[in-house]
DNA sequence: CGGTTCCTTGAGGATGATCAACGAGGGTGG
DNA sequence: CCACCCTCGTTGATCATCCTCAAGGAACCG
């Protein structure tokens, strides 16, 4: 398996000599919330995690989600700002949390995870800009395609078509449309045989 | 005057010994381009420097504007990716370049450096995320007063109204709105009161 | 004063959002 | 196994809004 330094990752060992410590969270509770000041570094040890923030039609815009391995609103940690995001868990989910100050203390002491961080944060940068690049672009089938994409070269199957293992409400959320377009327009694509969709079910 | 971690920016002594050269760009000349990849640390000695892209349409959409000490598009060097966007000066410009390699091995070399570099990369994050919430949220004049606030947090004088240095195309490119949009809320804003407009220059 | 860039206005049209209602599937408990 | 519920998908009608296109005016600069 490919090693990928897209998102951070600390061994858990390490974590835990440190002081980590491991929390269960039911599904849909709040990790943390927009407003608050990050205080600690998470880390899914096994479930998955949805950042999103949500205005006052009550809109919610998914920053990302984020699974086993994968560390989340870690880049907080270093800015003197509170969350931009909220997150919440999308089923029961483990986390290892570590206090700001071993995390940072951790970054010092280890070059090689130093930089996997910077790495993370550059590469977090490169892919907000995509997305606000597509966004703007307006273009709902764009859009859609442009989220298709990024969740198909994630997931490495290189098969025909893969299921997306996502409802038509968390595309909306991920494109900044409403569940209604993004149905409307799916099934559009579906007759241009851009996906296929068989049994309610979406392939692309 | 207080020092900002915001952006990043290396002493120019330094980037000379280490082989930096500086280079003169006339108005609206090309420093890179999307697609390419990043080879070089810039940093602007005197001038301006925008990044942005274009859709199909050509339309386009603005990710920043850089001024004197700032370095822009830093975050290339650490990914394995071409760069998202374009930059191009605003005005005759005078940018110090260093090799990618000297970089890394400056950001290796100086904490102090390394640090003032991961807080801009932590920082850029939450500016973007802070961008795409509120270009999600839909709403002309939302965006647009997002947008002055931001400008308007960088400036330092708190004066009752200052004047928006930006044409109604600038500030159209950053909210990815159209010009004769942005032109129309704008004097609706004026009329509620919450800009100025005087001799058709735009106060905030 | 001529040219260039920027601002402004109006009319018209396209399109995504909104609202409302219904259908389909999957899981659970009796 | 059936009945129920809950979530998710689907469809149509209507509406508001921003974009588009076109034209003209104002400011600025050499």
Redesign the interface.
């Known amino acids: 398996m490919e090693y990928y330094f897209d998102i951070m990752n600390i061994d858990l060992d390490l974590l835990f000599s440190w002081g980590a410590i491991a929390k269960k969270y039911k599904k849909n509770e709040l990790i943390f919330d927009e407003e608050e000041t990050a205080h600690f570094y998470f880390q899914i040890i096994e479930g998955s995690v949805r950042m999103y923030?949500s205005?006052d039609d009550g809109?919610e815009?998914t920053?990302d989600f984020y699974h086993n391995g994968d560390s989340f609103g870690d880049?907080?940690?270093?800015?003197d700002?509170s969350y931009?995001?909220k997150a919440t868990t999308l089923k029961d989910t483990t986390i290892v949390k570590l206090s700001k100050i071993k995390f940072l203390k951790i970054i010092?002491d280890y070059?090689l995870l130093?930089n996997q961080?910077?790495?993370s944060?550059?590469?977090?940068?490169?892919s907000?800009?995509?997305?606000?690049?597509v966004?703007?672009?307006q273009k709902p089938e764009f859009r859609i395609v442009a989220f298709l994409n990024t969740f198909k070269r994630k997931s490495e199957v290189c098969a025909d078509r893969i299921l997306v293992p996502y409802t038509r409400q968390e595309i909306a959320n991920f494109t900044?449309l409403r569940v209604e377009t993004v149905i409307r327009v799916c099934s559009r694509m579906n007759d241009s045989n851009k996906v296929k969709i068989i049994n309610h079910k979406l392939y692309y």
């Open positions: 923030n205005n809109k815009f920053e880049y907080s940690l270093l800015i700002k931009s995001s010092e070059p130093r961080f910077m790495i944060l550059a590469q977090k940068i490169y907000k800009s995509e997305t606000s690049k966004i703007i672009n900044g």
